[in-house]
């Protein structure tokens, strides 16, 4: 077996099919370990990265992307000591900026982004995890410090981020509502939240009806646009907090200021793009490797299974809002 190269899938320029192509395998510098990816889970921003839709990512073509990934140690850098070759590890460990993402057999990842798998999911169902976990965790715990006894609502709550937060909320003792359609109730209140339908009561009647008028302690927006003007509505006046990993656009804050509320942004990107906070990244994968482990964090996977040449074909499902929880792609060895 040749060890000097390896099979990658390329995006070469945006909105063009993607390709395998044989390229030159990395290696383990100091802090890095070498993975042999096993899986690699996608997400609705590498859709738009391929489509050149996603500037915020800084994607180099010609790219590897993929930003989520579970595999095995193959080899380890000088200076890491947290990790032995054979490990089975996880993380958000590239596909944005320069970093090589998880569309290929093999990666170099800084040692601080990785967190050894939970040990009862399979490799498919922890590539899965990394980026919606990270998200809703920096939202809830790192800026909206969740604890029990508060309400908090999540938009959007049978979504990627939406059904983690959710999640993470209820392991944390919080009284947990989450907004979506009438057909997503079941996924909702199958995770322990109390269910808002969002086209049948205005943010008016359910604040009324879930907090006597006083607002949620914590709402995080996984929506945007004017999901987020109305998460500003909802917010408990004086202690409310409004989360959003989606705040992109011009937003009135006049709602906000009269509940005399705060407001925080969550830019999950942010380490991989600058190299600040991996090591945070990586500790916040082993919390949820503790949390999915103690079977209070279940993943939505798509039922649907693709391989190492069909990741067009799996991007095409996110496109079209098709896709049923995330969709993973399996890497042959």
């Known amino acids: 077996m040749n060890t000097t190269?390896?099979?990658?899938?390329?995006?070469?320029?945006?909105?063009?099919?993607?390709?395998?192509?044989?390229?030159t395998r990395p290696v383990a510098v100091p802090g890095q370990v070498l993975v042999r990816i096993r899986a690699s889970g996608l997400n609705p921003l590498d859709a738009k990265i391929r489509a050149g839709k996603a500037g915020h990512a800084q994607a180099?073509?010609?790219?590897?992307?993929?930003?989520?990934m579970a595999g095995v140690?193959?080899?380890?850098?000088?200076?890491?000591?947290g990790f032995n070759i054979g490990d089975e590890v996880y993380g958000m460990t590239g596909g944005v900026g320069s970093v090589q993402g998880s569309l290929a057999q093999f990666a170099a990842v800084d040692a601080d982004l990785l967190a050894h798998k939970p040990s009862n999911i399979t490799m498919r169902d922890a590539a899965a995890l990394p980026l919606i976990f990270i998200t809703a965790w920096e939202g809830l715990v790192d800026r909206a410090h969740v604890h029990a006894g508060q309400k908090v609502l999540v938009h959007g709550g049978a979504g990627g981020v939406g059904h983690i937060a959710v999640q993470i909320a209820i392991a944390f003792g919080a009284d947990v509502y989450a907004t979506g359609s009438a057909e997503q109730r079941d996924i909702i209140t199958g995770y322990g939240a109390t269910f808002i339908d969002y086209r049948a009561t205005t943010v008016e009647e359910y604040v009324q009806q879930y907090t006597d008028g006083e607002g949620f302690d914590i709402v995080y927006d996984t929506v945007g646009g004017a999901t987020l003007d109305a998460s500003f509505l909802a917010a408990r006046r004086y202690h409310g907090h409004v989360v959003s990993c989606l705040g992109w656009g011009t937003h009135a804050l006049a709602p906000l200021s009269f509940r005399a509320a705060t407001y925080s942004g969550v830019f999950t990107l942010m380490p991989l793009l600058t190299g600040e906070g991996r090591a945070h990244h990586g500790e916040i994968m082993e919390k949820a490797a503790k949390l999915v482990e103690a079977g209070k964090i279940v993943v939505q996977v798509d039922a649907r299974r693709f391989g190492f040449d069909q990741a067009d074909a799996a991007y095409d499902v996110i496109d079209a809002g098709g896709a049923r929880g995330k969709l993973v792609i399996e890497i042959p060895a």
Not at 73 to 81: M, P
């Open 60 to 68: 180099q073509l010609p790219a590897v992307l993929g930003i989520d």
């Open 73 to 81: 140690v193959e080899a380890v850098g000088a200076g890491v000591t």
């Open 5 to 23: 190269t390896m099979q990658a899938v390329l995006l070469n320029a945006n909105a063009t099919p993607l390709q395998i192509t044989e390229v």
